[in-house]
Structure formats: C-alpha cells, structure tokens
C-alpha cells in the first residue's frame, strides 16, 4: 500500500514565545498583558507509513515519529523568536488595511470540491489544567471538556484537548452531515486507541529486557 499524506492543523498559543524567551521553553508575555490575539495556527503535512490508518495493532512507534516529525517543525517555527509576534502583527494588519480575509472564508465554505473542509484533522491543545482541581466537601475535579467552533469551515475532524489531574481529556467534533456520527465516533476511536497503543509503545521502551 501507498504511504498517506495527512494535513493537519494545529492551532497555537503565541503568547510565551515572543524574543527573549529561553530556547525551546516560553518566556513573559510579550503581548504585555493586553487584550491580545497572540494566537496562531501550523500546518503540517505528514506521510504515515503505508498501511497505517490511526489505530491499534502495532501503530504506536509510527505515532511518536509522526509526533516527533511535527515537534520539530514547530520548534523550527517558535524558535525563530522574532517571526512569532509578527505572524500575528501581519494578520492584525490584514484586517485593519482591508484585506478580504473574512470574504476567503465565506467563499472557501461555499466550495463544492471541500464543503468547507480544507484540512484532514485540526488539533487544540490546551496543555496542563493550571487551577485548583479539588475543593471544599470532598468534591474534586475530574476533567474538562471544550469544543473549537469551526461549523462554517475547517476541519473535517477537530480535536480539543487538555490535561486534568494526569488524564488527557479530549473532545472530537465533526460536520455532520458532512462527517456521519458513525464515522465521529469511528475516529475517536481511533485516536483513543492510537494514543494508548503509543503510551505503551513508551512504556514498553523504557522497561529493562528480562535477563
């Protein structure tokens, strides 16, 4: 079988990346504190190997090198220190000279080749929980699930992730019915399986061979 080229967009933090951050780590915010969008979003284009469809059987090593492949292109993008604020100064300026940008939008979700679906998967990471997750009472917080809009166009499957008390908590949504229920609920699980089939793969790793 052919190896399958996936599209993928991830939608990013800008804020601690701005110059004089340290190297790889985020710094002070370089927006200042201000109502800001400091936002922005990567594209990735990765080949998985062939055969290989996001699940199970022995996936897992093919999901830490597709990670590690989109892992370095991202440190390429946000170590170059002075491109970070000026990707979002460019949009800000689009917007403020004119620029038809919300008109490609709405032409983009009205074209018949993609119904609005420029991209195969799209990915938002909201990284570690950083509040209080237990509280007065014995109640204690277990996880939290939040959804990216994108009904008019974007992805053809989003996710939407955080981190709560060491459990990755993730949210699939899809266009129906662009994308069938049956076929939302088929890739969720499928990232469930291909994440966990990853841990293990790592697990599996660091464990000493039995002598």
Not at 175 to 195: G, L, N, Q
């Amino acid at each position: 079988k052919a190896a399958r080229t996936f599209r993928l967009l991830l939608s990013v933090d800008l804020r601690g990346f701005g110059p004089g951050a340290p190297r790889g780590e985020r710094g002070s915010d370089w927006a200042g504190g201000t109502v800001a969008c400091a936002g922005g979003a990567m594209n990735f284009n990765v080949r998985a190997a062939p055969g290989w469809r996001g699940g199970g059987g022995g996936g897992g090593e093919e999901v830490w090198r597709l990670a590690e492949e989109c892992r370095r292109e991202t440190l390429r993008f946000v170590e170059g220190r002075a491109w970070v604020p000026e990707t979002v100064r460019l949009f800000d300026l689009g917007f403020r000279l004119g620029a038809p940008i919300l008109d490609l939008v709405e032409a983009e979700a009205r074209n018949p080749r993609t119904l609005g679906r420029a991209y195969s998967c799209g990915l938002s990471n909201s990284g570690v929980y950083p509040h209080a997750e237990a509280f007065d009472g014995g109640l204690r917080l277990r996880g939290v699930h939040y959804g990216t809009s994108h009904a008019g166009t974007g992805v053809l499957f989003e996710l939407s992730c955080l981190t709560v008390a060491g459990e990755l908590c993730g949210c699939v949504q899809a266009p129906v019915p662009i994308v069938s229920e049956a076929d939302a609920a088929r890739f969720a699980e499928d990232v469930r399986s291909a994440v966990a089939a990853a841990v293990k793969a790592s697990e599996d790793a660091a464990t000493p061979a039995a002598a």
